[in-house]
């Protein structure tokens, strides 16, 4: 009813409900963004731990292999 007689009061509160739902989804979108960035930080840093343990199991194996392999001095 208030469209009828007050037809700028109804345009102000229509454009008011609708920007809500806006201001909402951006804070949305924002989150998102700022989610998916830590993600990408996060996931690099996992391939570079990744790395680092092949690495180091690769220098363990060596390491092993030496010393099973090494001849006894007390013979």
Same mark, same amino acid.
């Given at each position: 009813?208030?469209?009828?007689?007050?037809?700028?009061?109804?345009?102000?509160?229509?454009? =008011?409900?609708?920007?809500?739902? @806006?201001? #909402?989804?951006? !804070?949305?979108?924002?989150?998102?963004?700022?989610? *998916?960035? &830590? %993600?990408?930080?996060?996931?690099?840093? =996992?391939?570079?731990?990744?790395? @680092?343990? #092949?690495?180091? !199991?690769?220098?363990?194996?060596?390491?092993?292999? *030496?010393? &099973? %392999?090494?001849?006894?001095?007390?013979?």
């Amino acid at each position: 009813m208030i469209q009828n007689y007050y037809p700028d009061i109804a345009d102000e509160i229509r454009r =008011i409900a609708d920007n809500i739902p @806006r201001r #909402s989804r951006a !804070a949305l979108r924002e989150k998102l963004k700022d989610a *998916n960035a &830590k %993600n990408k930080v996060l996931q690099d840093e =996992i391939q570079q731990l990744q790395l @680092r343990i #092949s690495k180091q !199991a690769t220098i363990n194996e060596m390491l092993n292999y *030496n010393l &099973k %392999n090494k001849p006894s001095r007390n013979k």
